[in-house]
């Protein structure tokens, strides 16, 4: 068995700032929209929670909160629902109501929610046979028919503490039928700006490779070679863990790790089932450190033959959304923690890089696919021109992931470098 697609491609360390053209297609943004503004916090201990959904009730227009909890969303006036649901793994939904004067500030606080799957239920699920069920009811779970997924992608790069790179775009997915793997699927770019660090001292540039193409290749549910399939499967052993609710249904939690040793990197991780339907609703996955040489040559296309790279760190979240019977991708979220060193230095540096999608709308009739001459390639490099971050109106009318504080904090002082 081959190490896994998108443990392969994920990453490229240059020495040098990369840079490549990005198609760019021209999308009206919304004429007349409500933005709704807010924070999501635990009802108990008022804590902001992270990767909340946020979905216009009846629809599919949405985002999640960022790791501070905040949320933006806007929403066409033209759009009849005037409802939303705020829903997360663990906790109570709810459906809040709002009108067409834009929303600053709200505070929502969800209330945690007891499991309801008796203790004696859950041991006695046998989970190989769990996990292998839910595989054969993909089909069934998730589209069997063409769909076009609209979503907002951002990738930083952070050294020590300071962010030295920061990249966004709006994005265009095609996916095909989930019975047909991910060869098929594409993904578009028609918005999209970067600000990089013109320090010298960061111009050693971590960026991932394929960007946006990320949310093909971790699509665990629809890349069976990831996880899935029966030559994957057989790396690993399952165990029940407690269950939780999602959008007010039971699920099952399935814990993932290794059962042998395999020339490249196994993964850790859970798995959350739907009780009722067995469609997968979230994935956890991460490596561990202690196959450090397996991940370094798994991950690492390139290096100057000086720099030393040691990896501290990869996870990953994938979560799909349900919306009239049919799973849809919903989330990815990628972090690469490492250290670099040019051999003589006393010190390390450490890196973090970080990259989230989240799907937006959808389209799900009339879809043609993105053309092979407009598709972002799995070599391709995002980036853009450094002054679009100048113009504040950038996003206007565009979903997205709200920036947290810190982030918007570093924008700013990398915006008045280049002035």
């Not at 916090?41 to 902001?48: F, L, N």
């Not at 989930?178 to 060869?183: K, S, V, W």
């Not at 349900?322 to 919903?330: A, D, H, I, M, P």
């Not at 490099?381 to 570093?410: H, M, Q, R």
């Amino acid at each position: 068995m081959k190490p896994q697609p998108f443990a392969r491609v994920m990453l490229i360390c240059l020495c040098g700032l990369l840079t490549s053209t990005v198609a760019i297609a021209q999308v009206d943004t919304l004429s007349s929209y409500t933005t709704l503004q807010g924070t999501v916090r635990d009802g108990e201990t008022r804590r902001p929670l992270d990767y909340v959904n946020v979905v216009v009730l009846g629809t599919s227009i949405g985002t999640v909160t960022n790791v501070d909890g905040g949320f933006i969303l806007q929403v066409a006036d033209s759009i009849p629902s005037r409802r939303l649901e705020i829903s997360h793994l663990g906790y109570r939904s709810q459906i809040i109501p709002f009108d067409s004067t834009d929303v600053s500030g709200a505070v929502i606080s969800l209330q945690p929610r007891s499991n309801t799957l008796p203790e004696v239920v859950v041991r006695a699920t046998d989970p190989l046979r769990l996990v292998r069920n839910a595989v054969a009811k993909i089909t069934t779970n998730y589209p069997n028919t063409h769909n076009m997924l609209t979503a907002f992608y951002r990738e930083t790069v952070r050294k020590r503490r300071t962010y030295i790179d920061v990249t966004e775009a709006s994005i265009q997915i095609y996916k095909t039928p989930y019975d047909e793997g991910i060869a098929g699927d594409r993904v578009a770019i028609y918005k999209g700006r970067r600000l990089v660090s013109p320090k010298v001292s960061d111009t050693l540039a971590v960026k991932l490779q394929g960007g946006p193409m990320l949310s093909v290749f971790v699509d665990v549910v629809k890349n069976p070679d990831v996880l899935f399939s029966e030559e994957a499967l057989a790396d690993y052993k399952f165990s029940m863990s407690d269950p939780v609710m999602l959008d007010d249904r039971p699920h099952y939690v399935v814990n993932v790790e290794p059962s042998r040793v395999q020339p490249y990197p196994l993964y850790y991780g859970q798995l959350f089932i739907d009780e009722a339907t067995l469609a997968f609703t979230q994935v956890e996955l991460h490596f561990s450190m202690k196959d450090r040489n397996k991940i370094t040559a798994a991950i690492l296309q390139r290096k100057p033959f000086s720099l030393r790279f040691r990896p501290t760190e990869m996870t990953w979240l994938i979560t799909y959304r349900t919306e009239n019977g049919v799973s849809y991708l919903n989330y990815v979220r990628n972090e690469i923690r490492f250290n670099c060193d040019w051999k003589r230095r006393l010190f390390a540096t450490n890196y973090a890089v970080v990259s989230e999608m989240v799907v937006t709308d959808k389209q799900l009739r009339n879809v043609e696919p993105i053309s092979w001459r407009n598709a972002f390639r799995e070599r391709s490099i995002l980036t853009d021109k450094v002054s679009d971050f100048y113009d504040e109106n950038f996003w206007e009318g565009y979903n997205i992931i709200a920036p947290t504080e810190s982030l918007l904090s570093a924008v700013n002082k990398l915006k008045k470098k280049y002035k």
